[in-house]
């Protein structure tokens, strides 16, 4: 590979924008492609096979664009596809290549946020029913609680712009007290899903006494991802410092590009990638 190759960036649909934006703020320098599934998101009540699937076709298609290194900007792929990538295709396809993802970055900072060593996970039905985040704690802070609950209609609240509407507020309210209810001394609820930090105003209505940590991922990955080219200067010397952005999706381009201003913080302008050719 030669110099003047991209960072990839990778989620099943917009909520991985909200990580990339705090990237491309950390690391402005660098090239990026960023891919979102828009055509099979949400990922989240998949099967673990289904979304491993999807997940490495997206992969190599980063890596077919030049990509050594690609970020899984998304929990559920994290979750049920980022060890397989890495234990079972890398070093038999792809041995010069890097798959990250973002639950190890969040899991290695999480006891940073709370005092009362009892935190909550908010994520998709894929992320909590595959326990991740519970076995990845467990290994750095044993000594955490951690308490849990599957958030199934956030992602579509937010993929639709209705995430601040008055009608998602049944839907916010459910599962907050949800999770509150079941230990008193949470302290921090981890937003572990790119999508959630856009419903943080939400959100923060229905946790009246202001006392509980709301953690988004974004900066988490942004400060991992800058340590790790840091200590892995055979990655970075292969990367173009043009600061460059491509957006592609799967779904339709004026409708991700509406959505995806956004996420990101600022305009975007995609390119469709297709499912039905050889180009995904």
Known sequence: ??????????????????????????????NYIYLGDNARSPYGDHSFETVYQYTLECVEWLFAQGCPLVILACNTASAKALRSIQQRVLPVKYPNHRVLGVIRPTAEVI?????????????????????????????????????????????????????????????????????????????????????????????????????????????????????????????????GQDAKRNFYTSGDQVFFDKHASIFFGSDVSSRHVSHNSSQL
Not at 2 to 30: C, E, H, N
């Open 111 to 239: 006891g940073n946020f709370t005092e009362s060593k009892t935190i909550g996970i908010l994520g998709t039905r894929g992320t909590i029913n595959s326990e991740s985040y519970l076995i990845e704690i467990n290994k750095l802070f044993p000594e955490i609680n951690v308490h849990q609950q599957s958030c199934p209609m956030w992602v579509p609240l937010v993929e639709n712009n209705e995430h601040l509407d008055p009608g998602a507020d049944y839907f916010v309210e459910k599962y907050i007290n949800e999770i509150m209810a079941k230990d008193e001394r949470i302290d921090c609820l981890l937003l572990a899903c790119t999508h959630y930090p856009l419903l943080i105003p939400k959100i923060r209505t229905f946790l009246a006494d202001g006392t509980v940590t709301l953690l988004g991922q974004g900066d988490i990955v942004a400060d991992s991802l800058s340590k790790y080219l840091q200590k892995h200067p055979e990655i970075t010397q292969k990367l």
């Open 1 to 30: 590979m030669s110099a003047g190759q991209s960072i990839g960036i990778f989620d099943s649909g917009y909520g991985g924008l909200t990580v990339f934006k705090s990237i491309a703020k950390k690391l402005p320098q660098y």
